[in-house]
C-alpha cells in the first residue's frame, strides 16, 4: 500500500482519537455546570488558547479542500473538531459573559461560514484558498505559542489544572505526532505547514501534560492553590 495512504489513515485514526480528547473536555465543561458550587464551568481555560486552537483545526479544514487532490483524510476530520472546538467556545461565552468571549464566537462564526463556502467553491478557489490556508496555518502556530503560553501562565500562577481536561492534550499529542508522519509522507512541498503547526501543537501539549504532574507534586502549586482558591 502507498505510503501516503497509510499514514494517511493513521493520521485519520488519531485525529478521530483527539476527537475524542477535544469532546472530553468538552464534557469537563457540562459536569462542571451541573455541580452546585461557585466554581466556573469553564474557570482556568484560555479563551486565546482555544480560539487559536479552533482557528487551526479551520486552517487544516481549509487547506485539505484547497490542495490536489482534495485531501480527504484531513479535511473531515478538521471540521468535525472545528465544530467540537466551537462549541467550547460558546459555552466558555455562557460561563463568562464577557464582551472578549462574544468578540471571539462572533468571529469564529463568520470565519466558519466563509470556509464552508470556500469547500463549496471548488476548483475556482483552489489556488487562493490554498495561499490564504497557508498563510493561516503559519500565523496560527505562532499564536498556538503564545496561546498556549498563556494557558500555562495561567495553570503555573494558580497551581491548579481547573477545567482544563488532561485527556484532551494526551490525544491531540498522538494526532500531533501522526500528522507530523502523515506531513512526511506528502513530501516537504505540500506538507511543510502541516508540520510546523504539528510539531508547535506537540511541544505546548508535551508541557500541558508536565503542568498535570507538576501540580501533584509541587509544595508550590499547593501554596498557589491555597491563595487562589479555585
Known sequence: MDTYL?????????????????????????ARKKKNNA??????????????????YLS?????YSI????????????IASLLVLIILVEIYKDRQSASALSSLLFSCVAFVFAICGLFAGETIVDQGRAISTTIILVVS?????????????IVRSGSTGAVDLRMSQFIL????????????????EGWPLMVLAITSAITKLIIMYLFRWIATSALAQERRKATSI
Do not use: C
Open 68 to 79: 490536489e487532490p482534495f485531501n480527504h483524510f484531513i479535511v473531515w476530520p478538521r471540521l
Open 174 to 189: 498522538m494526532m500531533d505526532i501522526s500528522t507530523i508522519a502523515f506531513a512526511l509522507s506528502m513530501g516537504l512541498k
Open 39 to 56: 466554581q466556573q464551568a469553564t474557570a482556568l481555560l484560555s479563551l486565546n488558547q482555544f480560539s487559536v486552537s479552533y482557528f487551526a
Open 142 to 154: 505562532a499564536l498556538i505559542a503564545q496561546g498556549y503560553y498563556h494557558q500555562i501562565l495561567l
Open 6 to 30: 497509510v499514514f494517511g489513515a493513521i493520521n485519520t485514526t488519531f485525529i478521530t482519537v483527539s476527537l475524542y480528547g477535544v469532546f472530553s473536555q468538552l464534557r469537563k465543561i457540562w
Open 60 to 64: 487544516f479544514f481549509i487547506y485539505g
